[in-house]
């Protein structure tokens, strides 16, 4: 009973106490969360909110500490997910942000419309998508997801409501903006139409990392899609060596039928030590054999092509309770792969998910994460020495004019993200005149000193 | 298919509706959205009809029964099913501290109910099939001081229902009370002591599958049946003492 009024005390109605955690499940806050369902009690939510701030946690699927506020407010958006237009003749989608790529998938492709731009999970909501200036694996041609909004819909700190466009400042502070302009409640996505719901997928081996590259090289200038897996662990004259994806649309085929893949859950945390440098060394040894060496091409549905780990829910807890890093680096410069993965396999962290793929756009907001270069993205289960190699990846990344992908990230340092987001100064300045107060506020953006002139 | 595809959703804004809608929307049906949030409502009838359903919105408010008549009059002639889902709950401390607000949640979830389904139960007979499902609550089947204002309405409700589906039942139309438990909506977000809480995906599920089987009077989730039939078989000079 003493339980239940202390509960009472503390959570007001409409607001409750909540523990959450980035994707990743090393940052972890506690909030009191709102969960509003009408677009009607936003601004009401949002103004309550004092020097303890408030952010958005819509998806979930940020890894690191984006979208907490530990000790702060938090607005849940998840049932602000209704689709409100669409125009087949334009592909022009409009929708509430709480959305998610999953559902666009569900009702629009069978319609022949897919995202343009979609993340590696379908759970991820289209807030989220502009929140972080999102990319996929066709970052190359269509850019980041913001590139193809046209207009969303903000409710500023203040509660005031705007309609921004491209052309308006705040929509570029609000594009990988990180949720700190506010909220985010509808957008209008131009979607892409897709002749089928599969693509021809080609996958080949390569033995070191010139003869990725080389793969990478051919395939962005003819596929749609193309990403590269990546065995971290492989050195000497193995280093770089992986498997080469691409994928193009491809027509329907008579008597081709889909069928919803049967979703797998992950029901408790794997053991911590499941994952351990030798059994990731195996796995990424079987892994790599798994394409036979002269390649192969197979059709393979969007949802399998685009969203793989989405096939085991919570598929996080592949890495135990005690969660793992993501690192994400865009590197104008292909020399500086070699230098960091040589930094991994030097250390004795395994990286059990590594990704190499090619980027070639910016975004178009002042924190997008973009441009032309590679993006290597590895993930390390939670563990000593860990911290420090982050440490040295971030320097080696700065080293070499690069740049840390802060959806994934929980480990950078505030002088090292000034460094490699050189528009921060103008989005600190907008920040200053539609927050002054700042009310909106996350882990993330303490850490990152987001506010505060360096 | 035996039913008629055209669902009325009373209180359509709620979380359970929205869903029960997509459900409709997902089977090419079409529904009425009925409430008073119409912006609101234009949101959801949109993205039902974007999932596949002809759907439209109607102003209707449960809480002013003068104007049912009319509401009833403007429907269309046809075969209906209803999915009643409004309701109202005042924390019994507010209301404790301003009776006034005991009255709303009478008139919302006791009168409120009667007087629509009482001019509705006339077209359900003279269509003579279709399927009524109403939302109802655990709390109606024993009144605790922590809750008794609101259970007490719905104890009236549960009995009208009673009498309502005796009545539908020889015009081959059904009458579904959904007694619910913990649901994770809007009305019980942040309220301690909730436990096991089911989503509105799963209620909005049983409500169609219960009109499909034309079931009378179902606990929801099911081991609710469970707990109701223990809390109600204690002798009340025990409950009284009880802090339930």
Known sequence: MAEASKHQR????????????????????????????????LAGILTSAGSEGIIVHAGGRSYGDSALNAGGRAILTRRLDRLLAFDPASGLLVAEAGVRFEDLRRVLLPRGFLAPVTPGTAYATLGGAIAHD???????????FGTHVEWLDLMLPSGELRRLTPADPLFRATVGGLGLTGVILALALRLMPVPS?????????????????????????RAAYSVGWIDAQAQGRALGRG?????????????????????????????????????IAAFNALYWRRVPKEGRERRLAYDRFLYPLDAIADWNRLYGRHGFHQFQALLPEPGAI??????????????????????????????????????????????????GLLGRLERLVLDHGGQVYLAKDSRLSAAGFAAMYPRLPEFREILAEIDPEGRMRSDLAVRLAIRRAA | ??????????????????????????????????????ADLEASAA????????????????????????????????????????????????????????????????????????????????????????????????????????????????????????????HGVSVTTVKAGFMDTAMSYGLPGMFLVASPEAAAQVCL????????????????????????????????????
């Open chain 2, 47 to 170: 993205d039902a009809r974007l999932r596949g359903a002809a759907a439209e919105v109607r102003p209707f408010d449960a809480g002013d029964p003068a104007s049912h008549a009319l509401f009833v009059a403007a429907l269309p002639a046809r075969p209906l099913n209803i999915l009643l889902a409004f309701g109202l709950m005042h924390p019994q401390a507010a209301i404790d501290s301003s009776p006034e607000l005991a009255e709303q949640v009478i008139r919302v979830n006791y009168q409120g109910a009667v007087s629509i389904l009482a001019r509705l139960e006339p077209l359900l007979e003279a269509a003579g099939q279709g399927a009524v499902v109403v939302l109802s609550s655990v709390a109606g089947d024993r009144g605790r001081p922590s809750n008794f204002v609101y259970g007490s309405a719905k104890a009236g409700l549960n009995t009208y229902l009673q009498g309502l589906r005796a009545r539908l039942a020889r």
């Open chain 1, 10 to 41: 503390i959570s007001a109605p409409g607001w409750r106490r909540d523990a959450f955690s980035g994707w990743g499940r090393l940052a972890r806050a506690e909030m009191l969360a709102a969960r509003p369902e009408r677009a009607s009690e």
């Open chain 1, 243 to 279: 498997i080469v994806e691409a994928a193009d649309p491809v027509a329907a085929k008579a008597g081709e039928s889909y069928a919803e893949a049967r979703g797998r859950r992950l029901p408790v945390d794997l053991p911590g030590f499941v994952l351990n440098p030798l059994s």
């Open chain 1, 134 to 144: 999102v990319h996929g694996k066709n970052q190359d041609r269509a850019g980041n």
């Open chain 1, 338 to 387: 070699r230098v960091l993965l040589e930094a991994c396999a030097a250390s004795r962290a395994a990286s059990f998910l590594a990704v190499l793929k090619t980027m070639g756009q910016q975004g178009t907001g002042l924190l997008s994460f973009g441009g032309r270069g590679h993006t290597l993205a590895l993930d390390f289960p939670a563990g000593p020495g860990i911290d």
């Open chain 2, 209 to 244: 599958l219960a009109a499909r089987r034309k079931r009378n009077v179902l606990y929801f989730p099911f081991f609710w049946w469970l707990i109701m039939a223990i809390i109600k078989a204690i002798p009340e000079g025990v409950f009284k003492r009880l802090r339930l």
């Open chain 1, 197 to 221: 719901r599969f693509v021809a997928v080609r996958e080949r081996r390569v033995g070191d990392l010139d003869e990725f590259l080389g793969a990478l090289e051919v395939e962005r200038s």
């Open chain 2, 1 to 38: 298919m035996a039913d008629p595809p055209l669902w009325l959703v009373l209180g359509a804004s709620s979380s359970v509706a929205r869903a029960f809608t997509r459900l409709v929307a997902a089977e090419g049906g079409e529904v009425i959205l009925a409430g008073r949030d119409l």
